[in-house]
C-alpha cells in the first residue's frame, strides 16, 4: 500500500493539468543518487499490465512490480515552505537516506 497525503493529491493534481496530462503519475526508483536507489516519476496515460494502481481522490498513480518491492507501506508527502517546494518520501524501507532525500538505502 502506498499512501498520498492531501497535500501531495493536490500538487500531483496540479502538475497533471499544467502538463495537460491526461492519465496519472508513474512513481518508481532506478539505481543511482547518493545512497544506491532514486525515487522517479514520469507522466503516464494508462498503466501497464502489472503496475501497482492507486486512485487517490481522482489521481492515479502507478507502480510497476520492481520498485513495488521497495515502495510498499511508503507515504508521499508534499512541502510547501518558504525555502522548499518538494515531495518528501517517507519510506519504512528505506535503511538509509542522503541528505537531500530523494535517494536510499533499503
Known sequence: MIDVTPAAVEKIRQMLVENEVN???RLG???GGCSGLSYKFRFETKPR???NVFEVDGVTLMVDPKS???LDGLTLDFRNTL???AFVFHNPNATKSCGC???FTA
Open 23 to 25: 492519465g496519472g503519475l
Open 68 to 70: 513495488y518491492a521497495f
Open 49 to 51: 499490465p502489472n503496475d
Open 101 to 103: 532525500g530523494k535517494s
Open 83 to 85: 525555502m522548499e517546494q
Open 29 to 31: 526508483i532506478v539505481g
